[in-house]
């Protein structure tokens, strides 16, 4: 005896198109909405919201990726003076991250942005010359670097100027101080100081 099995059959293929349809535009619709907020935000003068227009051009985030677009709103943010612009090019100019390549310009923004005390920068700028990473490799100074970040509490700081005292790792081994800053970035609340200031207690490095 055959049954009607209309009510229990799959939707059509024609049924999914029109549903994906419909998402899609919605989606679309939320994106333009969005992005007219965004762009009221940046008429008004607010640099985060240059920023966020970059961030969305450059990886393409629910919208075409535009590098040339992305680069003049992140330029503009970072020429008025805003931190978070001023370091995201530096490390973009540094690395060639949806921008070409400029070793001499990428490190003159992160010199720019450390010199007024950002305490991130600080610590890439740091970092980046303790391993000669986009920067000629300079110890001294990037111990330098790391050191005032870490004074400011930048908890990666602690941690990475901790964990090099330990090793002696591009620094002079100090134990007692790498213990000093390590702990203290793991009483930050950084996951990975925390991590790494127990495992140091339980085995070492």
Do not use: C
């Not at 209309?6 to 969005?34: A, C, Q, R, T, Y």
Request: no cysteine; charged share 35%.
């Amino acid at each position: 005896m055959n049954r009607d099995n209309h009510n229990n059959e799959p939707p059509s293929s024609e049924h999914d198109v029109k549903v994906i349809d419909f998402l899609e535009e919605k989606e679309k619709s939320k994106v333009k909405e969005g992005l007219k907020w965004v762009r009221l935000a940046i008429d008004a003068g607010d640099t985060g919201a240059m920023n966020e227009m970059a961030y969305i051009l450059l990886s393409g985030k629910g919208v075409e990726q535009n590098s040339k677009e992305g680069e003049k709103w992140l330029r503009q943010s970072a020429n008025g003076g805003d931190l978070w612009a001023m370091l995201d090019l530096a490390i973009r100019l540094l690395d060639g991250d949806g921008l070409t390549q400029d070793l001499a310009e990428g490190e003159k923004w992160l010199r720019e942005t450390a010199e007024r005390q950002d305490e991130i920068a600080m610590r890439v700028l740091g970092y980046r010359l303790l391993e000669g990473m986009g920067l000629k490799q300079n110890l001294q100074e990037g111990e330098q670097w790391l050191r005032k970040a870490a004074q400011l509490q930048e908890p990666a700081a602690m941690r990475i100027l901790g964990v090099r005292l330990l090793k002696g790792d591009g620094l002079d081994k100090n134990v007692e101080e790498g213990e000093k800053w390590l702990k203290k970035a793991a009483e930050s609340g950084e996951p990975t100081a925390m991590r790494e200031w127990g495992r140091y207690l339980i085995r070492g490095f």
